[in-house]
C-alpha cells in the first residue's frame, strides 16, 4: 500500500505513543502483584476467604477509593482518629491491627487498589491462596512433619529447616533456635490450618521472606508441617527453656573433660625427652661415684 510518507510517520508516532502508555502500565501492575505477594497475602485472599484479615474479593465495591488510600498507608491511624469503617475492621479482626505497608508509596497504593479490583472481577483470582486439604491430618503427616521441622527431611527448595531459627515444645532435648519466636502454639494464634498454610506459602516477615522467597516451601510440605504444628499446639505448654539449661550442661561438661584432656597431653609432653636425660644424668653420676672409690 503507497501510503504518503507523512502517513507513514503519523502512524508510528502513534504506535510509540501507544508502547509508551501501554508498558508503564503493564510492568505497574507487574510490580503491584509482587507487592501484593510478598506483603499482603500472607494476611489476605482475594476469593479465598478470610485469614487473619478480610478477604478483598469487591473491596473496591464496599470501600470508597479515596477512603482506600487513607486507609493503606497507616491502618492504625485511621482507627486512632475514630474512623467507624477502620474501627470496625479493628473489631472484626478480634484486636489485630494490620500494620503499615512497608515501602508503600502513594503510586503504589493506587496500583494495589486497581490490581485487587481487577483481580476480583476474574472467575478465580491468582491470589486466591493455596487450597489445602481439609482431611483430618494421619500419624504419618505429623511424622514427616516433624521431620522436616528437625531438617532430619532436606526440603524440596533446600530451605533451612524450621528448628534453625525457632524452638517449640517437644522438639528435642537441646530445643531450637532463638532468633524467632516459639512455634507451639502458632497454629492457634493465627487461627487454623488456613491461615498457618498461607503464611508458610508467603510468610510476611523480612527475614522469613528474604529467606524463603528464594527457597519457598512446597505444597506437599505445608500439609504436614502444619499437622506437625497443630499437634504440637494440642500438647500445649511453651518452651521452657529446658534446650538452653541442657546445652549449657553439655557445654560445661565439655570443657571440664577438654580441660583434663589437656592436662593430661600437657604434663607429659616432655616424657620422650626428660627421661633419657635423666637416666643418663644418673647414670653418669653412678661412675663418677665408682671410679673415686
Given at each position: ?28 501492575a ?7 505477594q510478598?506483603n ?24 470508597d ?10 491502618p492504625?491511624a485511621?482507627?486512632d482518629?475514630?474512623d467507624?469503617i ?20 502513594p ?21 486466591v491462596?493455596i487450597?489445602i ?59 487454623g ?6 503464611w ?15 527457597t ?43 580441660l583434663?584432656a ?21 647414670f ?10
Amino acid at each position: 500500500m503507497n501510503w504518503p510518507l507523512g502517513v507513514w510517520r503519523w502512524c508510528a508516532s502513534a504506535a510509540v505513543a501507544a508502547l509508551a502508555v501501554c508498558a508503564p502500565a503493564t510492568a505497574h501492575a507487574q510490580d503491584a502483584a509482587a507487592y501484593f505477594q510478598q506483603n499482603c497475602a500472607s494476611c489476605h485472599t482475594i476469593g479465598g476467604g478470610r485469614l487473619t484479615g478480610p478477604d478483598l474479593k469487591g473491596v473496591t465495591e464496599r470501600r470508597d477509593h479515596a477512603w482506600l488510600l487513607r486507609y493503606l498507608p497507616d491502618p492504625k491511624a485511621l482507627i486512632d482518629s475514630g474512623d467507624p469503617i477502620a474501627t470496625q475492621l479493628f473489631q472484626e479482626a478480634r484486636g489485630v491491627i494490620m500494620p503499615p505497608p512497608p515501602l508503600l508509596t502513594p503510586a503504589m497504593a493506587d496500583a494495589l487498589i486497581s490490581m485487587i479490583e481487577a483481580e476480583s472481577k476474574l472467575e478465580k483470582s491468582r491470589f486466591v491462596g493455596i487450597q489445602i486439604s481439609d482431611r483430618p491430618f494421619t500419624a504419618q503427616d505429623v511424622a514427616r512433619g516433624r521431620s522436616l521441622v528437625r531438617g532430619e527431611t532436606a526440603q524440596t527448595g533446600s530451605g533451612p529447616a524450621c528448628m534453625s531459627c525457632h524452638t517449640l515444645g517437644g522438639v528435642g532435648a537441646l530445643g531450637g533456635g532463638r532468633i524467632g519466636p516459639d512455634l507451639t502454639k502458632v497454629y492457634e494464634r493465627l487461627q487454623g490450618r488456613k491461615a498457618l498454610a498461607v503464611w508458610l506459602s508467603a510468610p510476611a516477615t523480612p527475614m522469613m521472606r528474604s529467606v524463603f522467597g528464594r527457597t519457598p516451601l512446597q505444597a506437599e510440605e505445608i500439609l504436614p508441617i502444619v499437622a506437625y504444628l497443630e499437634r504440637s499446639a494440642q500438647q500445649g505448654g511453651e518452651d521452657t527453656g529446658v534446650g538452653m539449661v541442657t546445652f549449657l550442661l553439655l557445654g560445661l561438661g565439655g570443657t571440664a573433660v577438654g580441660l583434663l584432656a589437656f592436662d593430661g597431653a600437657w604434663r607429659n609432653r616432655f616424657r620422650a625427652v626428660r627421661g633419657p636425660l635423666v637416666e643418663e644424668a644418673g647414670f653418669g653420676r653412678g661412675r663418677a661415684r665408682g671410679g673415686n672409690q
